[in-house]
């Protein structure tokens, strides 16, 4: 390129000296963002900006340019249109829009589309999710301040009967008895696939405002839930996350107050899980406040009360962590399983007292925690298979504290032989977990458990979770 033919690029020179920033500041800007957000890392160097100011290299990646305006609109507290840096030829970055609350029921079903397209694609947009933490905090404040009413235009309206919400409840009935049976890796596909070619097709046609719409939208967020419960189980964080967020906005829309406590309450499961636990305690709070103001059976009462409880268990708030467990228990005592909706079905004795041996688990109380493990996997349905994983790793746990390390490795090794046939990333962590605790203890005790887990070839093959960021 010639001096005649270089043109200076004024606009971003205006924009530095607006900024207050200089060549290196700027480059040493871009490359701290660029390694922040989910993009590709950039590494422009101040000869690099130096070019750009004079016109020596035309335009720069479209990375480098999208960065460039994020730096710069932090720096002015505004956004930076790529047109004010003197590039508007270059193409916007793609903007994920799955964990930003939708303000209308238009756009949580494009931010499900979009999800479900990442399941059945993979895309380095999807692989680069990650968890974000503050967006618990941020649905906490739209839900409490924001509004959901809206009157939706629908474009060629279907005539919903009943049918489609039975088959949508039945379908999620299906997915969810597979989840417990066979952990979510084996139905997390299948739960995409279904929404891809039932339920996304259809969902733009109903309006929530009649009664059947409403039913349709509590049917479809139930379904929602449990494509986010599935990616959490199988270590797909972000996805997660995401899919819950959705599920949350559609339960406003069906305006069904007590399932928007249900999805709270399963946010504040796995933040617990990831080890947010003040985000995990704050959403169990809002479960439990959304089903005192809802309408909510004792049942799904006293499934949020556990919620809190387990939150406030990994925090080590005895004192509060007891009373919501005695809370869980007063409600469960007063439930009636004929009044209670199809999706708290599977909370009974058996799980409450799962709950009560977590917590106490968590708060360093064996006796406590191998009376309620004992007594959850007495009551346990056999189709809880997931769950019997959970709950005798917690009892293998509870003999661990006791000293007991014969005791802790035998059931601990039962769990290996049931994670065989489970594809549950929770359930590798629960073990992973064990051997964590029990190290300190023995090392040829370890060495015996890290022996048989390797025999089954979990080791090999556990699968790793995608999309955290580690508190």
Known sequence: MTEQQRKPNRQLAALMREAGVSNKGLSRRMFDWSRRDQGDPISPSHTSIAKYLSGQIARPTARACQVMAKVLGAQLGRPVALHEIGYPDVAPEAVDTTLQYPETITDSITALTQLTKYE??????????????????????????????EVAIVHEPVELSPVHIQE?????????????????????????????????PLIPRVSASSPLGRNYFQAVASLTLRAGWTAYD???????????????????AAGDRAFSGHVLGCMSHQANFLGHFEDAVHLARAA???GETGGATPTTMALFYAMKARALASQGNEKEATRALLAAESWLGASNPADD???????????????????????????LANQHAMTSIAESKDVFVRSLSFCNSVLATSHLLANDIDQAVEVACSVVDTAV??????????????????APYDSAATRTFDDYFSSKGLLKNRPAARGIIIP
């Open 168 to 200: 949508v409840h039945d379908a999620t009935e299906m997915f969810s008895t597979f989840d417990h049976r066979y952990g979510g890796g084996k139905s997390k596909p299948l739960i995409a696939q279904y929404l891809e070619r039932e339920v996304l």
């Open 120 to 149: 059945l694609t993979s895309t380095d947009a999807a692989a680069k999710l990650l968890v974000v933490p503050e967006a618990w905090a941020s649905l906490l404040v739209k839900s409490m301040y924001g509004s959901d009413e």
């Open 421 to 438: 046939t489970l594809n549950s990333y929770r359930v590798i962590s629960y073990l992973n977990e064990f051997r964590g605790r029990l």
């Open 288 to 290: 439990v406040h959304h």
């Open 234 to 252: 199988s270590g797909e964080h972000a996805r997660a996350q995401r899919f819950l967020y959705q599920a949350y906005r559609l339960a406003r």
């Open 341 to 367: 909706p199809d999706w708290v079905w599977y909370f009974d004795s058996a799980e409450l007292h799962a709950e009560f041996a977590h917590c106490f688990r968590d708060l360093g109380n064996a006796g």
